[in-house]
């Protein structure tokens, strides 16, 4: 009379490089939701009502890219998050086109039924855009921040120099982001103000290019305040104007 008892275990996977689930985003910045189905527009809506903050942040509703290209036509130097879907019907490009057509991948985010496809996902990581799952949306949580709450961004593939400069800014009352990736500190870019300083380590990884090349990447979007933070001397680099300094490793606080 005793029952069966069965256990399953699985393995714990990591969650995918181009998944998004958390979303950051500032009080000061516009937020677009592209989709054609206005149900996908009211799950967006009760989301960010449950963060409490839904009032104090400029949402933009678009149901068709006509729409989003028309405003992108006067206002695409915005401070922006995009929200966008990948199939519209009756439109010749899809939601990755759209984005590439007009080089707004580090302010956009896919969301998409079609997660599941392989080419999808591989569009994504190209073109480094996060891609959220939409019978997933209710999971993704959103973290407001004040425009001016950053101090600076540190991007270092060393986790105890991360943890290090982390424990140096609490004591200073300091708020800083850090990143132990190119792929990582992209996804979170459009969250960024132009005008934080980025502290960047030269050596990132065999998977990321060069810190000083990221870095002239990132002037060319319009971040200037940036350093080279590397135990390299001065003197094994060349003229790279795009950087403020070079400098030692240390916290510059």
């Not at 069965?6 to 958390?22: A, F, H, R």
């Not at 939409?134 to 999971?139: A, F, R, T």
Request: charged content about 25%; glycine content about 4%.
């Amino acid at each position: 009379n005793s029952g069966t008892e069965i256990s399953i275990i699985l393995p714990k996977q990591e969650k995918p490089s181009w998944y998004k689930d958390k979303i950051s985003i500032k009080l000061n910045q516009k937020l677009i939701i592209l989709d054609d189905d206005i149900s996908v527009h009211q799950i967006w809506k009760a989301k960010l009502e449950k963060t409490g903050s839904a009032n104090n942040l400029e949402i933009l509703h678009f149901f068709s890219p006509l729409e989003l290209e028309e405003w992108l036509v006067i206002n695409k130097e915005q401070d922006f998050l995009l929200l966008c879907d990948y199939e519209f019907h009756r439109f010749e490009l899809n939601g990755l086109e759209i984005i590439e057509k007009h080089n707004i991948s580090s302010k956009s985010i896919l969301v998409t039924a079609g997660y599941y496809e392989q080419h999808i996902q591989n569009q994504c990581i190209n073109l480094t855009i996060s891609l959220i799952p939409k019978n997933l949306i209710s999971l993704i949580t959103f973290n407001i921040l004040p425009s001016n709450e950053i101090d600076l961004v540190h991007i270092d593939d060393d986790h105890l120099l991360r943890m290090s400069w982390r424990i140096k800014a609490e004591k200073n009352n300091k708020k800083i982001l850090s990143f132990s990736s190119e792929q990582n500190l992209l996804k979170e870019l459009s969250s960024i103000p132009k005008e934080v300083p980025f502290y960047i380590d030269s050596s990132l990884g065999s998977y990321c290019r060069k810190g000083e090349d990221l870095a002239k990447y990132l002037y060319d979007l319009g971040f200037h305040n940036l350093y080279l933070s590397t135990g390299f001397s001065k003197n094994d680099f060349g003229n790279m104007y795009w950087l403020k300094d070079i400098v030692k490793k240390e916290a510059p606080f």
